[in-house]
């Protein structure tokens, strides 16, 4: 049974001072069981944020990632690096990444073939522009990115991947796909993992649907048979709102 995982991609959002004061205010909040519940925060803030979740039920992922341990790479950060602060997870492929700093499938691929190396969970980000969508090219392009990105990782691994459907034009725009065409995409990937893999992998993995999920839409999404969360970026940022998402993620 797949346990759905609601994600708060802060992006570019909160300092270390405003990343303690958001702790406060869910540091006694009783996560509900059968959900998981993570917060992907800036470099930044990790280690204050992975200080303080070290013993709670909420777990703590980066944004991007370097796929070398170390060496001459000014401004990156390694998969050792994230895994010494306690990060269990990191978002790969975000469509934002994607579009402004030129991230590829393949360098997709080598992040998650280093992430899982030093056992670090990744949320692999994949969706199509609205053109791309507007001609009809979805699931080309879907079949695309996920068949890269797990070009070569062990089925063991790839049963504890995360994926994210997430439609480049759905996001911060207030529009999301409709809960059923979510859930058909994101069928769709877990065919073409099946195809990749066999069924039990595909059967596994965890696929989430992000674009414009707030709390008063996340229990749609969640009622999908194959939706198992949800990558959540605007609606993450404030603590009553993380704590609702979290609650209407229970699937
Ligand atoms: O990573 C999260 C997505 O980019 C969605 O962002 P959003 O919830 O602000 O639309």
């Known amino acids: 049974m797949r346990i759905p995982i609601i994600a708060g991609n802060w992006k570019m959002h909160k300092t270390v001072e405003e990343t303690k004061n958001f702790w406060d205010t869910v540091k006694n909040w009783q996560k509900p069981s059968g959900v998981e519940a993570v917060i992907c925060a800036p470099f930044t803030a990790l280690p204050a944020l992975a200080d303080a979740a070290r013993n709670s039920e909420i777990g703590v ?14 401004g990156e950060i390694s998969p050792v690096m994230l895994k010494q602060l306690g990060v269990g997870y990191c978002i790969i492929g975000h469509s934002e990444r994607r579009a402004y700093f030129a991230e590829t499938d393949e360098a997709v691929n080598k992040k998650a073939k280093a992430l899982f190396d030093v056992d670090i969970v990744p949320i692999v980000c994949v969706g199509e522009q609205l053109e791309e969508r507007e001609n009809d090219e979805t699931k080309k392009v879907v079949k695309r990115q996920v068949t890269q990105a797990l070009d070569g990782l062990r089925s063991r691994d790839v049963k504890r991947l995360v ?32 195809d990749l893999y066999d069924q039990q992998v595909a059967n596994e993995v965890r696929i989430q649907y992000g674009g414009s999920v707030k709390p008063d839409n996340v229990e749609r999404f969640m009622a999908q048979p194959d939706i198992d969360g949800a990558l959540v970026g605007g609606a993450s940022l404030d603590p009553a709102s993380f704590r609702a998402l979290v609650e209407g993620g229970r699937g």
């Open 61 to 74: 992922g980066a944004q991007n990632v370097h796929w070398e341990r170390e060496g001459a790479f000014t």
């Open 163 to 194: 994926v994210a459907y997430e439609p480049v034009w759905a996001i911060g725009t207030g529009k999301t796909a409709t809960a059923e065409d979510a859930n058909d995409v994101i069928a769709y990937i877990r065919k073409v993992i099946a």
